[in-house]
């Protein structure tokens, strides 16, 4: 299987709140054929749902040669999963022909509430399934906390249907839970074919391991948001090819699995001309896939 490149727009997200068409003008300009849309304005912490009828966004992307593969949407982070309008959203994305739905990420930080979270999961990607969507979730660090001899992300595996639940993998987030990203993807297999690519400066904001550092600091990661507050600085994020992700090695080994379908720039950092950046990094991409 051949990978395409891609953008999680949640790269240009500043500039998206200030002109939403004029900025996936310039995504389309930057080179970029697929992306995947982000449901939150981060200005106006309103939906774009909300404020732009489905039509329009479907003739832009038509206008512009873009094709919606994934939106990162669902309930706001801590709020209940099932209250969330998912009817809705599979009628607004579904008319753009988007048919993949990602969970941006679940606040677990326990046994107990990894299980809820799995069970609301299972539930909601029967949902998506029988309406002929994918339904996916997009990993962070905190998942990867142990307990016991397991990791919660070992728990959700565990508790989830492959047939109702598929993972997006954040690489660099992996490494920031002191993890192999190509041991994670092994142990997906199928269940995993988009991943998220950014790339981590070499001097960070904290240590690489942010759960290391947290478990020194007698930080048990009860509130994860806190925690990247704490952990994590947007320093810490730079243009692909210029910080620690080793792109070679790894994609040699992706490739070779042979299940990824889409790796997907999400570009963190700041820089002077996020265009610029989001161009270049399109360029590495393309080097490895």
Same mark, same amino acid.
């Given at each position: ?8 727009? @949640? ?82 994305? %579904? ?70 639940? !598929? @993972? ?36 960070? !904001?904290?240590q690489l391991n942010i759960l290391e ?19 994590? %600085? ?8 210029? %910080?620690?992700?080793? @792109? ?25 001309? !996020? ?15």
């Open positions: 299987m051949t990978m395409k490149a891609g953008i999680n727009i @949640f790269s240009v997200y500043r500039e998206l709140g200030e002109d939403y068409f004029g900025t996936l003008q310039k995504v389309a300009e930057a080179g970029y054929e697929n992306i995947e849309l982000i449901g939150f304005n981060m200005k106006s912490f309103t939906r774009y749902i909300d404020e732009i009828p489905m039509e329009s966004l479907r003739d832009k992307c038509r206008e512009l040669g873009l094709t919606a593969i994934a939106v990162h949407e669902g309930a706001q982070p801590g709020a209940d999963l099932l209250a969330n309008d998912w009817d809705g959203l599979m009628s607004y994305y %579904g008319g753009i022909g988007c048919e993949r739905i990602v969970l941006p990420s679940v606040w677990i930080s326990n046994r107990e509430d990894t299980l809820r979270a799995a069970e609301q999961m299972n539930r909601i990607g029967k949902k998506m399934k029988d309406n002929g969507f994918g339904f996916y979730l997009h990993n962070h660090a905190h998942e990867f906390k142990s307990i016991g001899n397991e990791t919660l992300f070992d728990v959700l595996l565990e508790n989830t249907d492959p047939a109702y639940l !598929k @993972f997006e993998v954040d690489l660099a987030w992996v490494m920031r839970a002191g993890l192999d990203p190509v041991q994670v993807l092994t142990k997906l297999g199928e269940r995993c074919d988009i991943i998220h690519q950014k790339d981590l400066a070499h001097e960070l !904001k904290g550092a947290a478990e020194r600091e007698g930080d048990n990661m009860q509130s994860p948001f806190e925690a990247y507050q704490k952990y994590v %600085g947007p320093q810490d994020f730079v243009d692909l090819g210029t %910080g620690r992700f080793d @792109f070679a090695g790894v994609y040699e080994q992706i490739r070779a699995m042979g299940h990824v379908q889409y790796a997907l720039v999400e570009n963190e950092g700041e820089s002077a001309d !996020k265009f610029a950046s989001i161009r270049q990094d399109l360029e590495i991409i393309r080097k490895y896939i």
